[in-house]
């Protein structure tokens, strides 16, 4: 039987996979009445970069992550349950969420080529 994540293996397997001078990731924990959640969050851009109806229109796409406004800057945000199977592997988690930050992020829309299948269609 597997083993199930705990916050201390989830938080240092991610911050293991983060690199100094890399994306901003921050990486949270919060309680719910039933169980604990692991919140993610890349950031994608300025405020200032993207137009608010850009914003709504693709968090309208977006299938397991919401763009969220905080600090003056878009941020991709997802939340999953700490026993979800979501985070057998939360460096590939992680890896994915920057992936999708990269090609929301209305900065990198012409130079989109280097992301995911999954993902490009955001670059138009």
Known sequence: ???LATWTT??????????????????ERARGSAAEWVVIR??????????PSL????????AFAVMVLLQGS????????????????????????????GSLSPIRMIAA???SDAFQHYAS
């Open 1 to 3: 039987m597997k083993e």
């Open 10 to 27: 989830v938080e240092a397997s991610i911050r293991a996979a983060l690199h100094a001078g890399g994306p901003d990731v921050v990486v």
């Open 42 to 51: 890349t950031r994608i851009c300025a405020e200032s970069d993207m137009e």
């Open 55 to 62: 914003v709504l229109e693709r968090n309208g796409r977006l």
């Open 74 to 101: 878009y941020w991709l945000r997802v939340s999953i349950p700490l026993d979800s199977t979501e985070l057998d592997d939360p460096q590939q988690l992680v890896a994915l969420l920057i992936d999708a930050a």
């Open 113 to 115: 080529s280097f992301a």
